[in-house]
């Protein structure tokens, strides 16, 4: 068989991001992130699609460039639809669609919270074994969503629970800019939370049956309670900005880690997966490697390149639908939409 070159682009938040792979290998994958939201404390919708503009043509030359081959050798272009900002999924759907037509090579549509848990298929060489064997339970915590996903096959995920609220790493990100300690949250609280102890504090738990998850209640009795010990010491953040990381990341930690031992036991499956932004978070991939051996189960924790957005996980996404011929038409349009098909 002739090999498939696969080009990938993800444009749904902040990130920029192209890759190729060959055959399921990866070949480059080059990201540009975007700086200029951090003075505004969050994801500013406008700007962002303005430096996707920017970013995505020197982003999409360079990951060519990068993996050795040349544009006519692309076999077929794979491109996030959504969910996401809407005028950031604009940028690289058009560049994707304009880009396939111009080679007159196929075009594939790629779910984003799909191509989070199918970075674990991401393959840096030819006799890579690391993915999962199917099925298996992946935990996808990201800034935008928290669920619970059987992976019977790479087109096949069942969403057993996820969040009816906010996502963990939003919880985490707002919880953070409440502090005062800038954006995104994630890694400061993570930096912090080693120095701190976790159970300094604690902040009220949600009781939600079943599989799904509840952030929004967590984030609020965090900023009351924070509000209450400013007024008795106004420097209370600084003082113990440590504590308070270490014991906000345990709480989180645990509703994650607590909901997802229940998908365990109900499914049978103990091969375990972690995937999304969040799983980049130290105290996350201890308790991991904690349940592991607790309750037997098999790990599987993604290189921390490939666990914020990126567009290996969109390029490899793109390869198996490839090879199923499961291509789009030009006339999809994006999708903001939270959804897993
Ligand atoms: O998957 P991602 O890059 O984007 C979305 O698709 O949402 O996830 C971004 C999220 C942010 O909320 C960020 O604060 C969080 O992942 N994050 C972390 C860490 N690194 C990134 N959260 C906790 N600990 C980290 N080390």
Not at 80 to 93: A, D
Not at 195 to 221: C, M, Q, R, V
Request: net charge negative; with cysteine; proline share 4%.
């Amino acid at each position: 068989m002739e090999d498939v070159y696969i080009l990938g682009i993800e444009s749904s938040c902040d990130d920029t991001s192209a890759a190729v792979l060959r055959n399921g290998v990866l070949l480059s994958n080059v990201t540009a992130s975007q700086e200029v939201h951090k003075a505004y404390g969050g994801v500013v919708p406008e700007l962002a699609s303005r430096a996707h503009q920017q970013n995505v043509v020197p982003v999409v030359d360079q990951a060519i460039k990068r993996a050795g081959i040349v544009k006519e050798q692309l076999s077929a272009v794979a491109f996030t639809r959504g969910p996401g900002l809407m005028g950031s999924l604009l940028v690289g759907v058009s560049f994707a669609k304009g880009f396939a037509r111009s080679l007159n090579i196929p075009l594939i549509d790629v779910n984003h919270l799909q191509g989070h848990v199918m970075a674990h298929f991401i393959k840096e060489s030819d006799d890579d074994k690391s993915a999962p064997p199917l099925p298996f339970i992946c935990l996808l915590v990201s800034g935008g969503n928290s669920q619970i996903v059987k992976v019977n096959a790479y087109n096949d995920m069942q969403v057993l629970g996820q969040t009816i609220d906010d996502a963990a790493g939003e919880a985490i990100d707002k919880c953070s800019k409440v502090m005062g300690l800038g954006y995104p949250g994630g890694p400061i609280i993570d930096k912090l939370a080693r120095l701190g102890n976790p159970h300094a504090y604690s902040f009220s738990e949600p009781h939600i049956p079943g599989l799904d998850y509840s952030f929004s209640g967590l984030k609020t009795s965090f900023l009351y309670s924070l509000r209450e010990w400013v007024k008795d010491d106004p420097d209370f953040v600084e003082h113990h900005k440590e504590d308070l990381a270490a014991s906000l990341e345990f709480t989180i930690v645990d509703i994650l880690m607590k909901k997802l031992k229940l998908a365990v036991k109900q499914t049978g499956i103990k091969h375990v997966a972690v995937a999304g932004g969040v799983s980049a978070n130290t105290g996350l991939r201890n308790a991991f490697h904690e349940y592991a051996d607790k309750y037997g189960w098999t790990i599987y924790i993604p290189k921390f390149s490939y666990t914020t957005d990126n567009a290996a996980m969109i390029g490899i996404t793109g390869y198996y639908k490839y090879l199923d011929k499961d291509f789009c038409s030009i006339d999809k349009p994006a999708f903001s939409k939270v959804t897993f098909q």
